[in-house]
């Protein structure tokens, strides 16, 4: 269940009685006390400061409330307007102040924001579990439930019923007193648990940048990443040194450029012991703490482990489900995998070297390997991949001629960071879809990865239109530079814009559907299929421009990077599903056999053995101790993206059979599956698109694993 729900003004007049508005503590008024009054409902980022987030906070969570027990104790018959629609409508406040507070918290946080979210966990769980566990609101949904064909609610009022059931009871609206309440302790610590995990995973990525004393020892960067490094390395009051930020992936960019092997040994090994060196950052009991109690909640709710629990209402339905695709394609990727490193060996014999390849050497050999291969390296390619250009005459560009859409940047509304740039989204006719938010550039206060969020979520309900941010995490190159991108980057960017298409397309009734809301296994799938268009040839002419000659990517060289596209796939594909089978071996514990924290490096080990997978020279992408997915939304859930791209390789070659990009393809895929949200199960809307149920070959096939 969704407890913050699209913004809906509140009288508040008819709340407090007539009484004025409560001080927000601030010298300022409190922003989030009423609805913005910005275009489409745009944040007001100005005017928000963080003394405005806890008052907001408990005051939403006062009002909200009030509102669910006005629903409970209604004395006429329950009914879809005053139940379901009311919950709907519910929580306005409390949803302006969230949606804000949490996408900041990853994107441009700070120590005060930090204190405020340790602060509001507890008491969010709490309020929810107040929601959820209130026997009275559940025998409304449950009294609509049981007549809800009788009621002529169409099919997606039927199915938000169904789905507002379902999540009552998965949260435990069928327990007794006591289980009720054991489950609200459960929550809570879960709720601080996570909270304290990803906090250390964010300062602790900053903590150990690695601190270089010579300019000697960083051959192989380009000038303008050893000025980055010399920049970040000032900033930290170390004139004269050079720092190197980590990721919060296993694996670091700057791996496929550095010469020196002990500098990347030195790098690689302290990205992978993060979360787990001891100290104030060592996630280690953290994480088995939320395991065991997340064993217990599952057991407590009749569900043999968590990873049962959480994959009820994916398209997956089952861990055996996910079991079985995962040990299908293991072997397969590791056999490839292997292949690989038999290259790179022998690469590292050719150069006159003795060692044997360890993990911080694939991404250097990688690349020589590709540069003999095909006779380019990747470092040929980013001055044909400067940021704007990618972003306006790639990204955008596609979605003009897929959808008709076109894009204007908006200078008159405030941003929370001086980088990001905001633009409106319009329609062939003219008329305004959303706005859009394009958050580019790495820094400290902001996570690792690249993501999407939605600021306002669309529904008739409501009539709101989507507002919808993408981050990503491409060091910014000192000022005056051009940012120039790598490919991974650029992929990374069309990815991210197919979840923003999702959002900015969506056309539900009800803020319970909109958007991305679509199960876990499901959600990645649009955002893959967007990659296509990366890399499709009118598309990549179109962006793929040299930013000082301004010379289109020869023609020669295009051919190289088409060619390519299945290079180094064993080692991508091993990395990702030694993490998924990771996360699968956690989830599917019961409480009694969860390690201890000095037990859990060793668990991880055998697991990666035991799922086949296990390759010193290929690590999972995320050790547990620094995997913030399964912390967050995809618990049990990491194995989404390739369950997704099954479904998305198959996709990409229906566009091919049916003449890839043209308007009429555009049109299909958005009026069948993407504007659809959750209003209909994800697998029908796959099937009302495509006409049949997906098959694997294409994937087989784009991975080399046929």
């Known amino acids: ?32 006390f009423n609805e913005s009054s910005l275009y489409l409902k745009y944040p007001p980022f100005d005017k928000i400061k963080n003394e405005h987030y806890a008052p907001a906070f408990e005051l939403g969570m006062k009002q909200h409330m009030q509102e669910i027990d006005s629903i409970a104790l209604d004395q006429n018959m329950p009914s879809f307007k005053n139940t379901i629609l009311s919950m709907e409508k519910a929580g306005s406040l409390l949803d302006r102040v969230s949606t804000v507070f949490y996408a900041l918290t990853s994107a441009h946080t700070n120590d005060e924001m930090e204190k405020v979210r340790s602060e509001m966990a507890p008491k969010l769980s709490a309020h929810s579990d107040k929601i959820l566990l209130n026997d009275a609101l559940f025998q409304r949904i449950n009294t609509l439930y049981d007549n809800r064909m009788n009621l002529d609610l169409g099919n997606e009022g039927v199915r938000l019923v169904e789905k507002y059931h379902t999540s009552f009871i998965r949260a435990g609206a069928k327990l007794n007193a006591e289980q009720k309440e054991r489950l609200k302790s459960i929550n809570s610590e879960i709720a601080v648990l996570q909270t304290n995990f990803s906090q250390n995973v964010l300062k602790e990525v900053n903590a150990l940048a690695i601190v270089v004393d010579s300019k000697k020892e960083l051959e192989g960067l380009s000038k303008s990443a050893i000025e980055s490094a010399s920049n970040e390395a000032k900033s930290r009051g170390m004139e004269g040194k050079y720092v190197i930020a980590l990721k919060n992936t296993s694996g670091q960019p700057s791996l496929s450029s550095l010469k020196n092997r002990e500098l990347r040994e030195r790098i690689h090994t302290t990205s992978l012991s993060r979360g787990s060196r001891g100290g104030e950052f060592d996630n280690r009991e953290i994480l088995t703490n939320v395991l065991r109690l997340r064993a217990e909640k599952a057991k407590l709710l009749g569900y043999e482990n968590h990873a049962a629990y959480t994959l009820e209402v994916q398209t997956a339905q089952t861990p055996q489900a996910v079991n079985e695709r995962l040990r299908s394609l293991a072997p397969k990727s590791l056999a490839n995998a292997k292949r690989e490193a038999s290259d790179l060996q022998e690469m590292i014999n050719a150069s006159g070297e003795s060692f044997s390849l360890s993990s911080w050497d694939w991404d250097f050999y990688t690349e020589k390997v590709r540069a003999e291969r095909y006779s380019f390296d990747a470092s040929q390619l980013k001055p044909y991949f400067e940021m704007n250009n990618v972003l306006q005459n790639g990204v ?41 938010l394009f958050d580019g550039y790495a820094r400290s206060s902001k996570r690792g990865g690249a993501w999407m969020n939605s600021y306002v979520s669309q529904s008739n309900l409501s009539g709101n ?37 999702h959002g900015m397309f969506s056309n539900v009734n009800y803020p319970y559907f909109s958007g991305t809301s679509v199960p876990r296994d499901f959600v990645e799938y649009p955002s893959q299929v967007n990659e296509m268009w990366a890399v499709w040839p009118s598309i990549l002419k179109n962006y793929a421009i040299h930013y000082e000659t301004e010379e289109p990517m020869p023609q020669e060289l295009l051919d190289k990077v088409l060619e390519t596209q299945k290079f180094n796939q064993g080692f991508a594909t091993t990395e990702y599903l030694a993490a998924s089978i990771l996360d699968q071996a956690l989830h599917q514990l019961n409480e009694s056999e969860i390690p201890t924290p000095e037990e859990l490096i060793a668990f991880e080990k055998k697991a990666l053995e035991d799922g086949g997978i296990a390759f010193e020279a290929v690590p999972p992408r995320y050790r547990s101790t620094y995997f913030s997915h399964i912390i967050g939304g995809y618990s049990a859930g990491y194995y989404s993206y390739i369950w997704s791209e099954v479904l998305d390789a198959d ?31 994800a697998l029908s809307l796959f099937k009302d698109f495509r006409g049949r149920d997906a098959e694997i070959q294409p994937l087989l096939d784009r991975k080399g694993l046929n």
């Open 465 to 501: 239109l989507p507002v919808v941010a993408n981050h990503q995490n491409v060091a910014k190159p000192p000022k005056g530079e051009p940012t120039l991108m790598t490919f991974d980057e650029v992929i990374t960017m069309f990815h991210e814009f197919g979840h923003a298409l």
């Open 396 to 436: 955008f560009f596609a979605a003009n001629q897929l959808f008709g859409l076109s894009f204007t940047e908006r200078f008159d509304l405030p941003t929370y960071q001086e980088d990001v740039r905001v633009f409106e989204v319009f329609e062939e006719d003219g008329s305004t879809l959303a706005l859009f």
């Open 1 to 32: 269940m969704r407890i913050n729900h699209t913004v809906i003004l509140i009288v508040i007049m008819s709340i407090f009685g007539g009484c004025t508005m409560p001080s927000s503590g601030s010298s300022t008024p409190n922003p989030f």
């Open 651 to 681: 996709t990409v070659d229906w566009f091919k059979e049916n003449g890839g990009l043209r308007r009429e393809n555009g049109d299909h895929f958005r009026l069948s599956l993407l504007s659809r949200g959750g209003s209909r199960e």
